[in-house]
């Protein structure tokens, strides 16, 4: 399967931040595979699963939540919000866990992120 056929398979309520989409498709398709059945896990009780965010100095990522992939190497960062009755994933970013790299550049992406929820949710 080509890797832009990949997303074809994340779930309906799983919406990827155009950046966030870039980085997925960004990784070889072991990778993909791998965040799609973390995508699968997280759609079903998108508030509940991985870790809560919280405010830290340059990274003001509270309401974010975070998981790790790939043995740890990877880690995807989510924001949900209501889409009218069902809970919606916004995928804010995948990237390498070294470096804090997820947080940092999410923490980049917020303001325009958060336009493109208010975008998504109108």
Do not use: C, H
């Amino acid at each position: 399967m080509s890797t832009s056929k990949m997303i074809d398979l994340v779930p309906a309520n799983v919406k990827f931040f155009p950046a966030a989409e870039a980085d997925f498709l960004g990784l070889d398709k072991s990778r993909q595979i791998k965040v799609i059945k973390a995508l699968q896990k997280i759609s079903r009780a998108p508030s509940a699963f991985g870790k809560e965010l919280e405010n830290q100095a340059g990274r003001p990522l509270a309401g974010y939540r975070s998981v790790y992939v790939d043995n740890r190497s990877l880690r995807i960062i989510w924001k949900v919000t209501e889409l009218q009755v069902i809970e919606v994933v916004i995928i804010a970013g995948i990237a390498e866990r070294e470096g804090m790299l997820a947080y940092k550049l999410v923490s980049r992406r917020r303001e325009e992120l958060e336009k493109f929820i208010e975008e998504l949710v109108k």
